[in-house]
């Protein structure tokens, strides 16, 4: 799951950054309302968690350009104001979910969880292809042969290959999706998690690969033979 955080308190967006992180989430951060919108307005996140109080725009003004650009990615605000005036406005404009600081860790993560569930991509806890399973709630991928534990990385790469089999990622869509767009890796960090999924495949006898298809990338596919 990919998740943009808006929060110009650095401590606290790394913070929760890292709680994401830990959890299998690719996160991206913006510290003012207006990189907070560029990202938005790009798309591809299965949620948003906004501050309210930010320089540039104000988390409001975002999730209201959001919901003025037909946009339904579900969005909780998060912000030290608490007061029912407060929570009444930013739910009017359209916000899924509104957490006021400070908060305990694992309620902010069950929130986020509950935002991706809402979002129409939002799937099933276990995804199949083949005679292989990913957990979403284990790490974990079985198949004939046994189960394996996944680091971070690795069951988020696989997870996004798994929701789209067939389709043929570049790398550089890897690296955005899967490390995120303030990441310093380079490509070759792409190369290597996919060498180590092919490996994890094969530990386990999955009947599925993940072909390189020169020139355009790699792509998930079931073996025929």
Not at 80 to 107: H, N, Q, W
Request: glycine content about 8%; aromatic content about 6%; proline content about 3%.
């Amino acid at each position: 799951m990919h998740i943009l955080i808006a929060e110009d308190e650095q401590t606290t967006a790394r913070a929760l950054k890292l709680m994401l992180e830990r959890n299998k989430f690719t996160v991206d951060l913006a510290d003012n309302g207006t990189d907070a919108w560029a990202l938005a307005e790009a798309g591809g996140y299965d949620a948003i968690v906004l501050d309210i109080m930010m320089p540039g725009m104000s988390g409001l003004e975002v999730l209201k350009r959001i919901r003025a650009a037909g946009m339904s990615v579900p969005v909780m605000l998060l912000t030290a104001k608490s007061e029912i005036e407060d929570r009444v406005e930013g739910l009017e404009a359209g916000a899924d979910d509104y957490l006021p600081k400070p908060f305990a860790t694992p309620e902010f993560i069950a929130r986020v969880k509950a935002l991706c569930r809402r979002n129409g991509n939002y799937t099933d806890a276990t995804l199949t292809l083949g005679n292989a399973t990913l957990d979403r709630g284990k790490f974990t991928l079985t198949a004939d042969g046994g189960s394996t534990p996944l680091t971070n990385k690795e069951f988020q790469l696989l997870e996004l290959f798994f929701k789209n089999p067939g389709r043929i990622y570049h790398a550089e869509s890897l690296m955005d999706a899967v490390w995120g767009l303030d990441s310093e890796s380079n490509i070759e960090v792409v190369v290597k998690h996919v060498s180590l999924l092919r490996q994890e495949l094969r530990k386990v006898d999955a009947n599925i690969e993940i072909r390189t298809v020169r020139g355009a990338g790699y792509s998930l596919e079931v073996r025929t033979c």
